[in-house]
C-alpha cells in the first residue's frame, strides 16, 4: 500500500495558458487506475477541466491557469473500503494496491472521508512540476461517492457527480472555503452543532458578524436597507427548513454554516459549497477572482486591420458581380468574452454578410483569440472603386475603432497556356481502349480547348526529339466559334501531330516558355496567369533533358503521362511539375471503362490554371427510361459555376441542373439568364454560370444542394427525389456512360498535393490537403480524407488528419509496384453553416528499377533501336533525304512498325 505498489508513466501539460512561473498551476494525478485504465483515467480527468472551464467564475478567468496531468499507474482499482465506519455504515472491506494508498473513512467516522497518502501526492508533484504549483489533486478510480481537502492535496472520486466533488474540495484546498452547510453527517439525533460561540472564523464565506458596516463581504451586499440576518433558524436543535425569502443569487446574512445550526452566517442560500450542482455565490466567485488575478496576462485588445482593401475583385459574368469577403480582424488576449460590435457603417456601399457583432473568449491552449466581423463588396464593373468607413466597439471596454475601407473592380483575370505535346513514334500505339494515344490526346485537348473561358489564351508546341511552335499564344475568343478555338482545334486535329521521331521534354519545356515570354512581351493582352501543360508517353531520350532546362521555367508546370508510370520519364516530370507549382498525373493503362480519364485530367488541369475548384468527378451509365439526379453542394462562397458532361454523343442525353429551391435551369434558359452559357460540342457539353444563378432568387440559386439531371433524349426530365440515384458502369452495358465535372469559383479554396519518400516499391506517399475560406484556414469544420486505389485495381481509405488550421495530412506505404490514384476529398462547413464539398485526383507511381545504379564499367551493347531511330527520323539523314527515300521506293514506314515491334521496351520513340 504505497509507491511500490504502481509507477509514474510520465507529466503532460494539457492546459498550456503561458510559463509556469506566471500562471496559476494545478496538478492532478490519479490513484487506483491500473495501466489497461489509463485511457479512462484522461477521460476523467478532461471531464473535470470541462466542468471546471465552464464554471463561474473560472470562464473569466482562465487563461490565468495551467492544468498539468501526471499518470501515475496503480497495482490494482479502486481505494481502500473499510468494512466499518463511525457514521454506522458498511464497506466491502477491500484493501486494493494502489499507488497513493487512498482510502474511504479516513477518519473513522465518515464513509464518505476519501483520503490518501499526501506526502506522496505532495513529492510526486514537486518532482514532476518543480515550479510553484497552487492546487495538487488526486482523482481515486472508484465509483463510491467520496472526497476530502485537508489544505495540502484535494481528492476525489469518480462517482456520479465527482467533478463537481472535485470543485467543492477545491474551494476548500486553495481558497479556504468553509463548508456552508449546518451539518457533517446530517444524521438524525446529531448533537454538538447546535449553536457556534466561537470566535469569528477565518474563512471568507462564513460569518459571525451581522452588522452590515464591518462584516466581510460588506461590499457584496445586495441591499443597503435589508435587514441581517437575512434568515434565522427558530429552532437551533435541527437543520433550518424555511424557503429562501429573496432571489438566488442574493448576498445577506443566512443562518446555518461551517456545521453549526445557528450563529454562523454564509452569503447565500445556496452555494456550491453547501451542496453540490450550485454555482459559487457571489462572495465565493469574488474571493476566487481576487486570488486568480495576479496570475492574467494582461489584457489587450489590437486591431490589425487599420484599413480593408477589397483589391483586384474581378468582374462577374452577364453581370452578375463577384462578392467577396474581407475581416476586421482583432487579436484578443484576455480571460473574459469581450463582445466587438459595428456601431455606425459600413458607408459605401459594402455589407455585413454575417452579422455586425461577435464574442469571444480565452481558449485551451490559445494565448491570442482572433475577432472577426466580416465585411463584403461585389464587383461591377471594371476600373470602378468604392470608399466607406466602419465604427468598431467594444461593448465590455467601451473602446472605439473607425476602419477605413476601399475596393476596386478588374477585369476578369486572363490566364495564358501553352500546351506541350508529344508527338514521338510511340503516340500511335493503343492507348488501351481501343484508341491511339495520339487520338486520346487529340480528343482531351479539344475538350480542354472548348471549355476554355474566352480572353485566355492558349499556345501549341509539339515535340519529338526537336520542338516546333504550332500556334502561338492567342485569344481563344467566344465559345465554339472563337477565332483562336477553331484555329488550336485544326493544329491538334492536323497531321502535325502525326506521330514520329524520339523524345525530347526538355525541347518541348523550352519552346513552351519561349511561346509564353513571347506573348508577354507584346503586352496586350496582358496574361494575369502563365502555365503550360506537358503531355508525354515515354522517357526522355534525346537532349535537352528536363534535369538542364527546369530552372529556366517561370510559369506554372503541370504535366500528364499517358501510359504506366515506368515508361514515362516520371522522377523528373515530377521534379519539374512540384517546383513550378504544379503536379504530375499518370493515366495508367486505359481501359473501356476509363476512356474518359484523360479528358478529366485536362479539365482538372484547367481548374488549376484558372484557380477553380473542383465540387464533384462522379463517372455514371445513363440507362432509357431513366433520369440521373447527382447531388452536389454549393456555399455562399462560390461566385461562378461550371457543370461539364463528358460523353461521345452529348446531343442524346438531355442536361439540365436543378437550383436548391427547385428551379430548373436548361439550355433553353439562356434567352432569360444573361450569366449563363451554354455549349454542345464533340465529347462535351456544359453549363456555365455566375452565381446566384438568378439574381432576383439569389438565396435559392446560390448555396444548397443542386442537382445534376441527365436523361436519354426523347422522354421527359424526372425532376422527383425518387430516381436520385446515379450507377457506375461499364461502356460496354445498355446505355450511354458519361462523367460529370463540377468546377466552382470561389472563395473557398482546397488544394492538394502528393510527395513520395522515393519511386521505389516500398515508398512512403504523402498526401496533404490544405482548406481556406477567403483567406482563412478553415479550422476544424471540415474532414478530409483520400480513396487510394492501388495497382491492381483494390481500394483503401487514407484518413487524413488535421495537423494545422486547415491543414490535413495522411500517408500510406506503396508496397506495389504500378499507379497509385489518389482521390482526395473534403467536406465541412463555411462560417455562415453552409455545405461545401471538394475534390482532387492526384496520382503517385512506384516501380521496379526507378532507382538505376550508374555504370560502374565495362563495355556498354550498342542500341540498335535508338541508332535505327536517329537514322529514319532525320539526325543522321536529314529529313529531305527521307522524303527522297520515301519516293526512291524505301517503304520507311515498315521500317517504323519494324522498330516499334522490336524496340517496345525501348520508351520514348
Same mark, same amino acid.
Given at each position: 500500500?504505497?509507491?511500490?505498489?504502481?509507477?509514474?508513466?510520465?507529466?503532460?501539460?494539457?492546459?498550456?495558458?503561458?510559463?509556469?512561473?506566471?500562471?496559476?498551476?494545478?496538478?492532478?494525478?490519479?490513484?487506483?487506475?491500473?495501466?489497461?485504465?489509463?485511457?479512462?483515467?484522461?477521460?476523467?480527468?478532461k471531464?473535470?477541466?470541462?466542468?471546471?472551464?465552464?464554471?463561474?467564475?473560472?470562464?473569466?478567468?482562465?487563461c490565468?491557469?495551467?492544468?498539468?496531468?501526471?499518470?501515475?499507474?496503480?497495482?490494482?482499482?479502486?481505494?481502500?473500503d473499510?468494512?466499518?465506519?463511525?457514521?454506522?455504515?458498511?464497506?466491502?472491506?477491500?484493501?486494493?494496491?494502489t499507488y497513493?494508498?487512498?482510502?474511504?473513512?479516513?477518519?473513522?467516522?465518515?464513509?464518505?472521508?476519501l483520503?490518501?497518502n499526501?506526502?506522496?501526492?505532495?513529492?510526486?508533484?514537486i518532482?514532476?512540476?518543480?515550479?510553484?504549483?497552487?492546487?495538487?489533486?488526486?482523482? =481515486?478510480?472508484?465509483?463510491?461517492?467520496?472526497?476530502?481537502?485537508?489544505?495540502?492535496?484535494?481528492?476525489?472520486s469518480?462517482?456520479?457527480?465527482?467533478?463537481?466533488?472535485?470543485?467543492?474540495?477545491?474551494?476548500?484546498?486553495?481558497?479556504?472555503?468553509?463548508?456552508?452547510?449546518?451539518?457533517r453527517?446530517?444524521?438524525?439525533?446529531?448533537?454538538?452543532?447546535?449553536?457556534?460561540?466561537?470566535?469569528?472564523?477565518?474563512?471568507?464565506?462564513?460569518?459571525?458578524?451581522?452588522?452590515?458596516?464591518?462584516?466581510?463581504?460588506r461590499?457584496?451586499?445586495?441591499?443597503?436597507t435589508d435587514?441581517?440576518?437575512?434568515?434565522?433558524?427558530?429552532?437551533?436543535t435541527?437543520?433550518?427548513?424555511?424557503?429562501?425569502?429573496?432571489?438566488?443569487?442574493y448576498?445577506?446574512?443566512y443562518?446555518?454554516?461551517?456545521?453549526?445550526?445557528?450563529?454562523?452566517?454564509?452569503?447565500?442560500?445556496?452555494?456550491?459549497?453547501?451542496a453540490?450542482?450550485n454555482?459559487?455565490?457571489?462572495?465565493?466567485?469574488?474571493?476566487?477572482?481576487?486570488?486568480?488575478?495576479?496570475?492574467?496576462?494582461?489584457?489587450?485588445l489590437t486591431?490589425?486591420?487599420?484599413?480593408?482593401?477589397?483589391?483586384?475583385v474581378?468582374?462577374?459574368l452577364g453581370?452578375?458581380? =463577384?462578392?467577396?469577403?474581407?475581416?476586421?480582424?482583432?487579436?484578443?488576449?484576455t480571460?473574459?468574452?469581450?463582445?466587438?460590435r459595428?456601431?455606425?457603417?459600413?458607408?459605401?456601399?459594402?455589407?455585413?454578410?454575417?452579422?455586425?457583432?461577435?464574442?469571444?473568449?480565452?481558449?485551451d491552449?490559445?494565448?491570442?483569440?482572433?475577432?472577426?466581423?466580416?465585411?463584403?463588396?461585389?464587383?461591377t464593373?471594371?476600373?470602378?472603386?468604392?470608399?466607406?468607413?466602419?465604427?468598431?466597439?467594444c461593448?465590455?471596454?467601451?473602446?472605439t475603432?473607425?476602419?477605413?475601407?476601399?475596393?476596386n473592380?478588374?477585369a476578369?483575370?486572363?490566364?495564358?497556356?501553352?500546351f506541350?505535346?508529344?508527338?514521338?513514334?510511340?503516340?500511335?500505339?493503343d492507348a488501351?481502349?481501343?484508341?491511339?494515344k495520339?487520338?486520346?490526346?487529340r480528343?482531351?485537348?479539344?475538350?480542354?480547348?472548348?471549355a476554355?473561358?474566352?480572353?485566355?489564351?492558349?499556345?501549341?508546341?509539339?515535340?519529338?526529339?526537336?520542338?516546333?511552335?504550332?500556334?502561338?499564344?492567342?485569344?481563344?475568343?467566344?465559345?465554339?466559334?472563337?477565332?483562336?478555338?477553331?484555329?488550336?482545334?485544326?493544329?491538334?486535329?492536323?497531321p502535325?501531330?502525326d506521330?514520329?521521331?524520339?523524345?525530347?521534354?526538355?525541347?518541348?519545356?523550352?519552346?513552351?516558355?519561349?511561346?509564353?515570354?513571347?506573348a508577354?512581351?507584346l503586352?496586350a493582352?496582358?496574361?494575369?496567369v502563365?502555365?503550360?501543360l506537358?503531355?508525354?508517353?515515354?522517357?526522355?531520350?534525346?537532349?535537352?533533358?528536363?534535369?538542364?532546362?527546369?530552372?529556366s521555367?517561370?510559369?506554372?508546370?503541370?504535366?500528364i503521362?499517358l501510359?504506366?508510370?515506368?515508361?514515362i520519364?516520371?522522377?523528373?516530370?515530377?521534379?519539374?511539375?512540384?517546383?513550378?507549382?504544379?503536379y504530375?498525373?499518370?493515366t495508367?493503362?486505359?481501359?473501356?471503362?476509363?476512356?474518359?480519364?484523360?479528358?478529366?485530367?485536362?479539365?482538372?488541369?484547367?481548374?488549376?490554371?484558372?484557380n477553380?475548384?473542383?465540387?464533384?468527378?462522379?463517372?455514371?451509365?445513363?440507362?432509357?427510361?431513366?433520369?440521373?439526379?447527382?447531388?452536389?453542394?454549393?456555399?455562399?462562397?462560390?461566385?461562378?459555376?461550371?457543370v461539364?458532361?463528358?460523353?461521345?454523343?452529348?446531343?442524346?442525353?438531355?442536361?439540365a441542373?436543378?437550383?436548391?429551391?427547385?428551379d430548373?435551369?436548361?439550355?433553353?434558359s439562356?434567352?432569360?439568364?444573361?450569366?449563363l452559357?451554354?455549349?454542345?460540342?464533340?465529347?462535351?457539353?456544359?453549363?456555365?454560370?455566375?452565381?446566384?444563378?438568378?439574381?432576383?432568387?439569389?438565396?435559392?440559386?446560390?448555396?444548397?444542394?443542386?442537382?445534376?439531371?441527365?436523361?436519354?433524349?426523347g422522354?421527359?426530365?424526372?425532376?422527383?427525389?425518387?430516381?436520385?440515384?446515379?450507377?457506375?458502369g461499364?461502356?460496354?452495358?445498355?446505355?450511354?456512360?458519361?462523367?460529370?465535372v463540377?468546377?466552382?469559383?470561389?472563395?473557398?479554396?482546397?488544394?492538394?498535393?502528393?510527395?513520395?519518400s522515393?519511386?521505389?516499391?516500398?515508398a512512403?506517399?504523402?498526401?496533404?490537403?490544405?482548406?481556406s475560406?477567403?483567406?482563412?484556414?478553415?479550422?476544424?469544420?471540415?474532414?478530409?480524407?483520400?480513396?487510394?486505389?492501388?495497382?491492381?485495381?483494390?481500394?483503401?481509405? =487514407?484518413?487524413?488528419?488535421?495537423?494545422?488550421?486547415?491543414?490535413?495530412?495522411?500517408?500510406?506505404?506503396?508496397?506495389?509496384?504500378?499507379?497509385?490514384?489518389?482521390?482526395?476529398?473534403?467536406?465541412?462547413?463555411?462560417?455562415?453553416?453552409?455545405?461545401?464539398?471538394?475534390?482532387?485526383?492526384?496520382?503517385?507511381?512506384v516501380?521496379?528499377?526507378?532507382?538505376?545504379?550508374?555504370?560502374?564499367?565495362?563495355?556498354?551493347?550498342?542500341?540498335?533501336?535508338?541508332?535505327?531511330?536517329?537514322?529514319?527520323?532525320?539526325?543522321?539523314?536529314?529529313?529531305?533525304?527521307?522524303?527522297?527515300l520515301?519516293?526512291?521506293?524505301?517503304?520507311?514506314d515498315?521500317?517504323?512498325?519494324?522498330?516499334?515491334a522490336?524496340?517496345?521496351?525501348?520508351?520514348?520513340?
Open positions: 500500500m504505497s509507491t511500490s505498489d504502481g509507477y509514474v508513466l510520465g507529466t503532460h501539460k494539457i492546459v498550456d495558458h503561458g510559463p509556469t512561473s506566471q500562471r496559476f498551476n494545478i496538478v492532478i494525478m490519479g490513484d487506483g487506475y491500473q495501466a489497461s485504465e489509463q485511457e479512462k483515467y484522461a477521460t476523467d480527468v471531464a473535470f477541466i470541462d466542468l471546471l472551464r465552464s464554471t463561474a467564475p473560472y470562464t473569466d478567468l482562465w490565468g491557469i495551467n492544468v498539468f496531468r501526471i499518470d501515475v499507474v496503480s497495482t490494482d482499482s479502486g481505494a481502500d473499510p468494512g466499518t465506519c463511525g457514521d454506522g455504515s458498511t464497506g466491502s472491506g477491500a484493501t486494493p494496491r497513493f494508498d487512498s482510502t474511504f473513512c479516513s477518519d473513522g467516522d465518515t464513509r464518505r472521508l483520503s490518501c499526501d506526502d506522496t501526492a505532495i513529492n510526486l508533484a518532482a514532476q512540476v518543480p515550479a510553484a504549483h497552487e492546487a495538487v489533486m488526486v482523482i =481515486v478510480n472508484t465509483n463510491e461517492y467520496g472526497g476530502s481537502s485537508d489544505g495540502r492535496v484535494a481528492k476525489f469518480t462517482a456520479p457527480n465527482s467533478a463537481e466533488i472535485a470543485l467543492h474540495e477545491m474551494g476548500h484546498l486553495v481558497f479556504g472555503f468553509a463548508d456552508e452547510y449546518d451539518c453527517t446530517c444524521v438524525a439525533g446529531e448533537t454538538g452543532h447546535d449553536h457556534y460561540s466561537g470566535p469569528e472564523p477565518p474563512e471568507p464565506n462564513v460569518t459571525i458578524n451581522t452588522d452590515r458596516n464591518t462584516m466581510k463581504w461590499a457584496s451586499l445586495t441591499s443597503t435587514a441581517l440576518p437575512t434568515t434565522t433558524n427558530a429552532d437551533c435541527t437543520q433550518d427548513t424555511q424557503a429562501n425569502p429573496q432571489s438566488a443569487t448576498v445577506g446574512a443562518d446555518g454554516a461551517d456545521y453549526f445550526h445557528c450563529g454562523c452566517y454564509r452569503p447565500s442560500f445556496n452555494c456550491r459549497m453547501r453540490l450542482g454555482p459559487f455565490c457571489l462572495v465565493c466567485q469574488q474571493a476566487i477572482r481576487d486570488a486568480l488575478h495576479q496570475f492574467l496576462p494582461a489584457e489587450s486591431l490589425t486591420t487599420p484599413s480593408i482593401a477589397f483589391d483586384n474581378p468582374e462577374g453581370g452578375v458581380g =463577384v462578392t467577396t469577403y474581407r475581416a476586421i480582424v482583432f487579436e484578443v488576449v480571460c473574459a468574452t469581450r463582445t466587438f459595428i456601431t455606425a457603417g459600413p458607408t459605401g456601399g459594402f455589407g455585413t454578410p454575417l452579422g455586425t457583432s461577435i464574442s469571444v473568449s480565452a481558449n491552449n490559445v494565448p491570442i483569440e482572433y475577432a472577426r466581423l466580416w465585411l463584403s463588396y461585389t464587383s464593373t471594371a476600373g470602378s472603386t468604392s470608399h466607406g468607413t466602419v465604427t468598431v466597439q461593448d465590455e471596454t467601451g473602446q475603432w473607425v476602419v477605413n475601407i476601399i475596393a473592380t478588374v476578369r483575370p486572363k490566364s495564358a497556356v501553352t506541350v505535346l508529344d508527338h514521338s513514334g510511340s503516340m500511335s500505339e488501351g481502349d481501343g484508341a491511339t495520339v487520338g486520346k490526346l480528343e482531351a485537348a479539344s475538350i480542354f480547348i472548348n476554355m473561358l474566352d480572353g485566355d489564351g492558349l499556345g501549341i508546341v509539339r515535340f519529338d526529339d526537336t520542338a516546333q511552335l504550332l500556334m502561338p499564344v492567342t485569344n481563344v475568343g467566344p465559345p465554339v466559334l472563337g477565332g483562336g478555338r477553331i484555329a488550336a482545334t485544326g493544329h491538334i486535329s492536323g502535325e501531330l506521330p514520329a521521331g524520339n523524345t525530347s521534354i526538355g525541347a518541348g519545356v523550352v519552346a513552351g516558355k519561349n511561346a509564353l515570354d513571347a508577354q512581351a503586352g493582352p496582358h496574361y494575369d502563365t502555365a503550360m506537358v503531355l508525354t508517353d515515354g522517357e526522355e531520350n534525346t537532349a535537352p533533358f528536363l534535369s538542364a532546362v527546369g530552372s521555367i517561370t510559369a506554372n508546370t503541370f504535366a503521362g501510359g504506366q508510370p515506368e515508361n520519364s516520371t522522377a523528373a516530370l515530377t521534379t519539374l511539375t512540384q517546383g513550378h507549382s504544379g504530375l498525373l499518370i495508367g493503362q486505359l481501359t473501356p471503362d476509363q476512356s474518359a480519364r484523360l479528358n478529366k485530367y485536362f479539365l482538372q488541369i484547367l481548374a488549376g490554371i484558372t477553380a475548384q473542383i465540387v464533384l468527378d462522379p463517372h455514371g451509365l445513363l440507362t432509357p427510361g431513366a433520369t440521373h439526379r447527382i447531388p452536389f453542394q454549393m456555399a455562399e462562397t462560390d461566385y461562378g459555376l461550371d461539364f458532361l463528358l460523353t461521345q454523343s452529348p446531343w442524346l442525353i438531355e442536361f441542373l436543378e437550383a436548391p429551391n427547385g430548373l435551369i436548361s439550355p433553353a439562356v434567352t432569360v439568364l444573361t450569366n452559357h451554354y455549349v454542345q460540342t464533340a465529347g462535351l457539353a456544359y453549363f456555365r454560370l455566375s452565381l446566384p444563378a438568378e439574381p432576383a432568387k439569389a438565396s435559392g440559386t446560390r448555396a444548397g444542394l443542386w442537382h445534376v439531371l441527365l436523361k436519354i433524349a422522354r421527359k426530365l424526372d425532376v422527383s427525389s425518387h430516381n436520385a440515384v446515379y450507377a457506375s461499364s461502356s460496354n452495358a445498355q446505355g450511354l456512360p458519361y462523367d460529370v463540377i468546377h466552382t469559383y470561389s472563395n473557398l479554396v482546397f488544394e492538394a498535393r502528393a510527395t513520395q522515393s519511386f521505389d516499391p516500398g512512403t506517399i504523402s498526401v496533404v490537403a490544405t482548406l475560406e477567403y483567406d482563412v484556414p478553415i479550422d476544424d469544420r471540415a474532414h478530409c480524407w483520400a480513396e487510394v486505389t492501388r495497382p491492381d485495381g483494390s481500394m483503401f481509405t =487514407v484518413t487524413m488528419s488535421e495537423t494545422d488550421p486547415g491543414r490535413f495530412s495522411g500517408q500510406f506505404i506503396g508496397d506495389v509496384a504500378g499507379l497509385y490514384a489518389m482521390r482526395v476529398r473534403a467536406t465541412g462547413s463555411t462560417f455562415t453553416g453552409n455545405l461545401f464539398q471538394r475534390e482532387q485526383t492526384l496520382t503517385a507511381a516501380y521496379l528499377g526507378a532507382t538505376r545504379p550508374p555504370e560502374t564499367g565495362g563495355t556498354q551493347q550498342f542500341d540498335w533501336c535508338a541508332f535505327l531511330r536517329c537514322m529514319i527520323n532525320g539526325q543522321l539523314i536529314d529529313r529531305a533525304a527521307v522524303e527522297r520515301r519516293q526512291s521506293g524505301v517503304n520507311l515498315v521500317l517504323a512498325k519494324c522498330l516499334e522490336h524496340c517496345s521496351s525501348k520508351r520514348g520513340s
